[in-house]
């Protein structure tokens, strides 16, 4: 089917531009992946109030990541990329070094806020988070060597006492599916995340490789209602649709 000299998929694909355009209006003064889609590294993304990707836009406050420990990479290292899943979910690809020696435990905590862009209408609303480890590295010669990934999502910014806390996802180097998601019990305008990074550099001694555990990517994406590819398809479709009641009441006369 061709729609003013577009093929349908390519006509979809003009439709999810124009989504992501109509979003990005009014966001000047963040850095924006729909028209600069180039890695930023955290402390950019500070610097400029934060990043749109999609119709997401995150932000992460000046003291987003902290860390009691070594093997931690700073702002200026950890690299941000926006990220659309095969499903049209928005997300960010999360790039760094974190690693642990033989006999040595790292904890990373990296806080930041998800919403909707002010453009959407109010019916566009996010309704799940899903977590994704992508590169972790154990070393086989250190015994309980293990990376983690604990995320905790909260309706406002994190209480001390959790008590807005909606949802946790967790995934570990030592599973064999290094994926979690989960569909919240109500549907959000925004969310905060605090992810928690643990490394264990395995047990030390004389066979002991250093570092025992390393991490160097993650991904991690938000559902949202309406579904994007039933938007996309509604959108699409709906050309189609006009045409064939214009040519059917025609046919009648």
Not at 24 to 39: E, I, Q, Y
Not at 153 to 158: E, L, M, Q, S, V
Request: hydrophobic share 35%.
């Amino acid at each position: 089917m061709r729609l003013h000299g577009l093929r349908a998929p390519s006509c979809c694909a003009v439709v999810a531009m124009a989504v992501m355009l109509f979003s990005s209006v009014g966001h000047a003064d963040v850095l924006n992946w729909n028209t600069d889609p180039a890695a930023q590294s955290l402390s950019a993304v500070i610097q400029a109030g934060g990043i749109l990707v999609g119709d997401k836009l995150f932000y992460f406050p000046s003291d987003s990541v902290q860390s009691t420990t070594g093997g931690t990479p700073t702002t200026d290292e950890i690299m941000l990329s926006g990220y659309q899943s095969p499903t049209g979910d928005y997300g960010l690809k999360f790039t760094g070094y974190w690693f642990a020696d033989a006999g040595a435990r790292v904890d990373s905590n990296i806080t930041f806020e998800v919403s909707v862009s002010s453009n959407m209408s109010s019916d566009y609303l996010i309704k799940g988070a899903s977590l994704i480890m992508t590169s972790s590295h154990t070393v086989s010669t250190n015994p309980h060597a293990n990376v983690t990934i604990t995320e905790n999502i909260y309706n406002g910014f994190p209480a001390i006492d959790q008590s807005n806390q909606i949802a946790t996802l967790y995934t570990s180097s030592g599973s064999k599916v290094r994926t979690d998601s989960q569909e919240f019990a109500n549907d959000y305008r925004s969310i905060w995340v605090t992810k928690d990074i643990g490394l264990y550099g395995g047990d030390s001694g004389e066979d002991s490789e250093s570092p025992g555990a390393t991490l160097s990517a993650f991904y991690q994406t938000f559902s949202q209602t309406p579904e994007p590819q039933s938007l996309v398809l509604l959108l699409c479709a709906a050309p189609g649709l006009a045409l064939y009641l214009w040519r059917r009441r025609r046919m009648r006369r």
